[in-house]
Every structure is written in structure tokens, then in C-alpha cells.
């Protein structure tokens, strides 16, 4: 006999679903339609995506923080201050409301209270975008590797190559490395606002994907090509004379203390003039007529994250401070004095560069011509900014 | 990532760093602290050539399932009640996120390790994700859900109201004062480590249950990066125990960052999990549960207990007060009890709680009706305007609280509050650890040492004393909580979204005025401060006044 009586039914304890209705136009009532966040004016007619997600989340007493800021450093002073550079925006000497028993919150009305909040990125990079880029370049830049050693394409290099690639190629890993830490990755906790410090640290990976990416190219060659020195970029680096001038610049840039400063100095200045030097006027030219296709995709990629973005929100940043309708003309003043001494000490370290030129057997265009083209674009930036050249551009 | 492994590659990377030979790096931040070089390793060997295609995954994931959830109509069965402390909650974290981010360079000069930096730089970056993806969260939420009130002025009201403050502290403390009590012990060894878990793994469970699997699947995404941040912590950790000179402060720091914490977290995120769930099955796990489970069970004794071999002074006493607070002061319901008080001051909706979480409650929290229960049936009963004035303003047997100088919590647990004259004032406190903490650590010697990189507490620390002497329809106007038709309120006691049942400014209007309870007690003479404080240490629980008043 067949029993068709049924097991009792074990119910799992789960949450039930509800019917809430709670979604939008449900129901007409005061702020059912104001959909949109409502404590900024946006740059352009409509609130972008990037705005939303980015502006105002770093608060400024000059605006809502009403009780102020809480916590401070050993002096009192907490937040950003505005002073952390020499810079100024418009209403930057415009003290704080002066809240206090009975005030009330004297939230500012005339919104932006001072021309740094004006900025926005025009890479408009927030978490989506970065991921986006990043994750493209090291795809791309792991395929063409990965192409290459499938069709043997190292085997092309010369020995003189060869030699370049691990010493010189593999020296710029550190610029890189050091830059991306301790000049853009720290600024980021000093700018005035959530737009500057998102765009600068965003500028930080790039720079240390960059020295990454070419780390990890170096570490591919030791195992692609028999004599390849995986290590001889930290010889180069440490005692190479020709590397000495960069070496040292860099670790400047690394100890300037003004966050406008630091950005300017290596976005401004020494990108154009060294970074761009090396990268576009000698790898890049250097590389095919040695057999090399490979190694300028990587160099691109580094090379395409500054002249495309970095540089691109730098100047955007700047802009605005060489127009402020307040400050103009003392910002002018302080970054023309900064390109001047930029330019001088980058130019020293791109000339002491200069013997890498003649190691390759297939000889790139020459030094001086390439560090003219180098300096023409520079010059270009800077005027675009409002500047004059500057004088030691002639050295 | 290529054939290459990643520890293969992570060793590689190792080359990068330099030490400089010209000019050393510019040192913004100071510390107290002293380190040996030491080669203190990145157990979890951080590449970005696998790191960026790793986080564009798992952002995929978490777009796909927002526009599943849009389309799939997810907000038909999103619980309000839930919804509306997300308008609190996604104020505040965005901003203690990016605090982690800019709060990484502090250690940069401080602790010196360059294989840690490498790391840091990561979680700086994380930290950009975390506060971008939480604000495009609040945004979805805003454009989908039925009230966008809150929602869409959120940074203005956080940046403005009391809760927010209180929220404020969970970022400035990361980024501010000696370096590593900010950067390493309060963030990455104490928020990160111990109350992630809370604010990450138990809330999202709990939005789940209430119909929300947005909030589970960006929360989710978010902890999953907190290992790292906890690996980079923990190492920073063992090379500070590694010098003995450090234990002092490694033991007031710790005893300041969990106090703190406990104080902040467990306060807003117990309300979250307690009072803004409709889930009330039996079975499933109170916050004090949740609490003994992740930070008790897991952080304490699973991570912080073993750390006492290698030199670490662990504050067992303030672990077990915690515990004690939560779990015999009623802390949770204390402060959400408050929170509801003082719904006019707020910008989201309050539910009032029904028949239903009561059973729940008492099952829970055994005898916490007799506590709570008629307070709460008092609130049911005063939700809609009715010719009376909001429940803080009538006779409900609940005294308005003083508030803690240094958490800002109010002092809720009445019998613990202390009081004392700090630079020149007189200042309330929730809790003897609160005032230690104002009047001893945040100073520039501790223990007759000199810590001269210590940080301060700063600004106008009592919300209500901005406000003192005004009108209420002045206040929640100034704040901007109004909604778009220039008088009905953002915040309300319900969720009845009936015009007609909603409170505005004209309710308002005919309440007594705002008065500072911290103005007014630095108005009072010695003896009336010496016996309102007697008074107020015998009231309580639930706000009550004494009971031989």
C-alpha cells in the first residue's frame, strides 16, 4: 500500500516580502518630485553624474559645517585650511562665519563662498571611471606584452637595446614610484575641496600603476630574454650620473610643502619638460628603429595618462586661479616665480639626460631638437595659463 | 593578470622604492609615536595590474544589480521605515570615506615601510570608490524612491544637524592630530578592524530583510576591500608594539579610538538595525547579538586578545562596559529613543513602533516594555498633528538630555553622566571615559609625558547652543529641512505622506523656544549646578525623571 499523505512542510525563517509601494510617483505630496540633490549649482546648466557624487562631500565651514570642524591638529586647526598653500581663490581672505551662542548655523547663501569650490574635474573621474580606465590600460598593456613574447618579438632587440631597456627604461620606474606616493597620493589630504583631492588622487595611480606597469615589464624581460639584468635599473638609479639630475629633481618635488606648489611643479613643469622628454622624445623614438614595438605601448599608456588627463585637470585647476576675479594677479606673480624655478632646475635635469641619446645603435632624433619640441609645448601650457614664458626657458 | 603570479609580481614591485639621497620627502604630520625601519610585510601583495580589473568586476556586479533592482521594481517592496534612516546613514559615511583616503599620507612620513605605503596608496584609492559608489547609492535611492525629501538635500543636512556632527566625528578623528592615534589606532586598528563589521556585514542583512538589496550589494562590495585596510593596520600595529616607548599611547589610544567608537557606531547603527527593520522574527539576531557575534567574539578575542603577548595593553574593562551598556543601560534604545524625541531636529521620517516590535523587543531585551513601551505608545499616539505640539514639548515623562562634550552623543545612560569645568567651561559628559578623554588624552602630556603632536577637540561641540533662544520654525528653517512647498517638514513622527497628516513650520510656530542645556548650565550658580547634577544622575532609564522628583 502507497500512502499519499504528505510530509509536514518545514517553513525556513525568511524574511517575507511586503508590498511597500514605496517606489517614486507612488503618490503627489510636497518633495515627491525634487529629485535631485539640491545643496550645489552645478557648473553647466545640469548637475553631471560626477557632481553628484563628489561635491560637497568635504565639508567647508564657509558653508554648511555649521558646528565647525571637530577635531584638530595640535595647533587647533582641523580640516583643510586654506592656507596650506599660497594660492588664493576669490573670498579666500574672507574670514568664517563667526558662529556661537545664538547665531543660528549662518549657512553662506552666496554659494561658492570662495572660487575653489568653483573647480570641477574635467575628467569628471570618480570611482566608476577610474576603475574603467585603469583596468583598460593594464589589459591592454598585459595583451601587447603578452602578444609579443607569443611572436618573439624581443628577439629583434640588439644588445645595446637590450642595455637600454633594463638601465634607462627601467630608471623611470622610480620617478614614477616616488612621484605617485609621496607628491600626488600626500597632496591629497591637503586641497580645499572634495573635487581637488579626488582629482589628484586619481593622478597618484596613474602614477603608480605607471611605475608598477613597468616593474612588472622589467620583471617579463628577465624572463624573456637570456641576459636580461632585472636589477640594473636600481644601479642606474642609485649611481648613474646621467640620472642624478632627475634623481634629485624629483626628490625635491617630493619636498615642496605647498600642495598647489607640488602639483604645479610636476604637472606644469617637469612633466612637460622631462617627463615628456623621456618618454616621447626619446623611448618612443628610440624603441622601433631598435626593433622595439613593445615597449612604446607601454610607455603610451603613461604617456596618454598625463597629456590626456592629468595634465588636462591640472590646467583646468589653474585656470581658474590665474583668471580668479580676486587673486589673479597674485597667483600670476607666485606661479610665474614657480615656473621660473621649475623650469631651471627641470631643464638642469634634462640636460644631464642627455647621453642617453647616444646609446642606442639606431640613434633617436637629437637631444636638442627633441628638448625643443618639449619646450614649445611647455611654453604653450604656461601661456594658455596666462603666464609668460619664462625666462630660463632660453637656458 | 598575466602568467606572472602575483606574488612573484609583488616581489617585483618591491624595487620600486628609493631612499632619498638628495632631499627627503616634505613631513606634514607628527606623531608622538617612534619606529624602526622594518621590513613588515604586505600579506596581501597589492598589484594594481590585478587590483583595477579586480575592482572593475566587482563594480560591475554592483551596477548590473542597480539596474536590476530599477527594473525589477525594487522599491515596491522597500520597507520606509528602512528606507528613511538610509537619509541619516548615506549623509554621513560618504565623508568618513574619503577621510580614510586623505588620512593615508599621515603615515606616509610617519611610519617608515615602503612596502606599506604601497598599500596605503591602495586604500587610499579604495576609499574614493567607497565615497563616490556610496553617493551614487543615495542618489538611486533618491530618484527611485517615493520620498526623496532628505535624500536630495543630504550633504547640507549633515553638514548642519546634530546626528551629523555626531557622524562627523567617524572622519575628522582619522585625519586630524598625532598620526598614527588618527590614521593607524582610531581608523584602520578600531574602525576599520572592530565596527566595519556593523556598519558593513550586520546593516546590509538587515536592509535585505527589509526589501533593499541595493544597500547589501554596495556594502558588501564596500567590505570587501576592508581586508586590506585591516592587513595594512595590523601591520603598522606590530611595528609600533615593536618599540617599547610606544605602549603607553598604543594604550590611550586604544582605549580612546574603541570608547569612541563604541559611542558613535553603536549608536547609530544599533538604531538603524533595531528600529528602522520591520523584520521581527524571532530568529533572527538582535544587535546585541550581532555585536557579541562580530565585535566581541571576532575583533576582541579573536583579534585584539592575542596582540597582548606581543606587549598591547587591551582595554578589557571598557570592552565589558561596552557590553554592559548595550546590553544592561539599554544603550540602542536610549539613543533611538532620543533620536525619536528629537525627530523635529531631523531630516528623515521616524516610524512609530507598533504592537508587533514591542512582542519583539521584550523578546529580545527582556523588560523592555516596562522601560520603553509607554514612551513609544505616547509617541504612536502624538505622530499626527492633532492641536498638541511634538512629543518632545509634552508630558510624556522624558527630560530633554544634556549633551557629551567629547562623543556628542547625548548623556542617555543618566546615572553615568559626569560634569566638569574644562578650559574655562562647564561641560557635561555620557560617560567618565568621555571625559577622560576631553581632559586627559586629547592634551599635550599625558602621564607626565610630553605629547606634543596630540590632537584637540574643536568647535561648537552642543548643537543646541547655536540655536539657543530660537523658534523652532526658525531652527528646522535655517537648517533647511523644509520641503519644496516652503513650510511642511522634511523630518516627520509617521510615514504617512498625506499632506493633510504631515507637520509644517505653522506647528512649529506655537512651541517654546530652543534652549541650550549646555548655555544653561554655565548660567547656573555652583549650588544649582552641584544639585542638578545629583538630580540628573537618579533619572532614567527612557528618559524619565526621577522617581522620587
Redesign the interface.
Known sequence: MTTTQDAPKFERSVPKPVFTDAEAGAREFPDSNSRRYNYYTPQKRKQSHYEDVTVDVQPDPRHYLTQGWLYGFADGRGGYPLDWTVLKAWGSDQPSPERGPGSGGMIVKDWPATGWHEFRDPNEEWELTLYRYNSNVVRQVTQNVEAAKASKAFEQWNANWVRFVEQHIGAWMHVDHGLGLYLYANANRRAPTNMHNNAISVNSMHRIRAAQDLALYNLTLSEEIEGFDGSAHLETWNNDPAWQGVRDLAEQLTAIDDWCEAIFAANIVFEPLVGELFRSQLVQQAAPRNGDFVTPTVIGAAEYDFAERDLRYTTAMFELLTNDREFAGHNKAIMSDWASTWTAKSLAAARALQPLWSQPDAKPPRFEDGLDRVKSRFSGIVVSLGLEEPKELAQ | ??R?SVA??HQ??Q????E???????S?Y?TDYTFQKAQKKDPLKQ???SY??M??EK?HRV?GASDGAIRG?M??????RW?EWQKLFLSII??PE?SA??????L?RTVPNPEL??G??IQ??DE??????Q??LK?LY????????GF?????NF??D?CG?IG??FA??F????AITAASIYLTIVAETAFTNTLFVAMPAEA????DYLLPTVFHSVQSDESRHISNGYATLLMALADEGNHQLLARDLRYAWWNNHRVVDAAIGTFIEYGT??R?K??ESYAEMWRRWIYDDYYRSYLVPLEKYGLEIPHDLIEESWNQIWNKGYVHEVAQFFATGWLANYWRIDPMTDKDFEWFEYKYPGWYDKYGAWWENYNRLSMPNGHKPIVFEDVDYEYPHRCWTC?VPCLVREDMVMAKVDGQWRTYCHDMCRWTDEVAFR?TYQGRQT??????????E?E??????NWA??VS???FV???GK?M?AQPHLD???DK?WTLDHLRKCPPLA?PN?LLNEMSDDERTAFAARYVRGGPAGRAPADA
Open positions: 593578470m598575466s606572472q612573484k609580481a617585483k614591485i624595487e620600486l622604492s628609493w632619498p639621497a638628495y632631499h627627503e620627502p616634505v606634514h607628527g598589484v594594481l595590474r583595477f580589473p575592482q572593475e563594480d551596477y521594481n522599491f515596491r517592496q522597500v520597507q520606509e528606507l560618504p565623508l574619503i583616503a586623505r588620512a593615508m599620507p599621515l606616509f605605503h604601497n596605503q596608496a587610499m584609492i574614493v570608490r567607497h565615497s563616490t559608489i553617493q551614487n542618489r533618491m530618484n527611485n524612491y517615493i520620498d526623496p525629501a536630495n538635500s543630504s550633504l547640507r553638514q548642519s546634530y556632527t562627523r566625528q575628522e578623528g585625519i586630524t592630530g598625532d535585505a530583510a527589509n526589501g520591520k523584520d522574527r530568529d533572527r556628542m599635550p606634543p603632536n596630540m590632537g584637540k577637540l574643536i568647535g561648537h561641540r548643537w547652543t547655536l540655536y539657543h533662544g530660537w526658525d531652527v535655517d537648517m533647511g520641503r519644496d512647498d511642511t522634511v505622506l498625506n499632506p504631515m541650550s548655555v
